[in-house]
């Protein structure tokens, strides 16, 4: 099956790395979300990955702490996740680059615009670490960001829920899932699909955003190569 879309930006929640653990990185897991990334890099595909850090540290729910100090601590969460992603992908034989937005240059390149193309040019993985490296920003809106200078076609955002509903639909059977909605509807009525920020930077810049499970890992070959699932946000 041919590709949909050539150059992915892929979220990763945390949490989604953690599997039945809920805390850490649980590898067994991880081995099954990298994949299909390996098969869908051996066809050809240009992927990028942004991570999350919920499985080890939410700064939402770090109490008094200040809150840069607290966002610091999430974004070096993230940078131990990028460290087990690109693990992962080794292992299955997948070349592989981890990029900072933190210098931290013993165990990761810096981000540089320019040297993450040319890695994914080459047919590289490359997994983005520290989300935007600044304090008040998500890593959904690293990955708006990261997608905007990439130049990708795509954001996928593998969640844990299939799609985008109207309401919470762990607290609503009756929520009704949306196939494809607009930005300024995710905006109006705010839905749970990225916060604000990370929305409006993807409604300015023109990148739509693929929401759907990773409960299945393979939902990622199947969104890249075009099959329908999850909702598309335009």
């Known amino acids: 099956m041919g590709l949909k879309y050539k150059r992915i930006l892929l979220k990763l ?27 869908l890099n051996a066809e050809g595909a240009e992927i990028a990955i942004v991570v999350g850090g919920g499985n080890f540290w939410r ?23 990028a460290l087990g992603v690109a693990d992962s992908l080794e292992a299955q ?22 040297k993450a193309i ?14 935007t490296g600044n304090p008040f920003f998500s890593t959904d809106t690293a990955a708006a960001l990261r997608a905007a200078e990439i130049e990708a076609d795509i954001i996928m955002k593998a969640t844990m829920v299939d799609g985008v509903y109207d309401s919470d639909p762990k607290q609503n059977p009756d929520a009704k899932k ?41 939902n990622i070959y199947k969104a890249v190569t075009g099959e329908t699932i999850g909702t598309l946000v335009d």
């Open 118 to 131: 040319r890695h994914l040019e080459k047919g590289r993985v490359v997994v983005f670490g520290c989300g």
């Open 13 to 39: 929640s945390g949490e989604s790395l953690a599997g039945d653990k809920k805390m850490g990185i649980d590898f067994d897991t991880v081995a099954k979300i990298v994949e299909p990334i390996k098969r």
């Open 93 to 114: 034989g997948v070349d592989v680059r981890v990029q900072t937005a933190i210098s931290m240059r013993q165990v990761a390149e810096p981000y540089i615009r320019g």
């Open 59 to 81: 700064g939402r729910s770090s109490g008094s702490m200040d809150r840069t100090r607290a966002d610091h601590i999430g974004m070096l969460a993230t940078t131990i996740n």
């Open 178 to 218: 949306f196939d494809h909605i607009s930005f300024y509807d995710v905006l109006n009525k705010d839905l749970a699909v990225m916060d604000s920020t990370a929305a409006s930077l993807c409604k300015d810049n023109d990148i739509a955003i693929l929401v759907f499970s990773i409960e299945e890992p393979e």
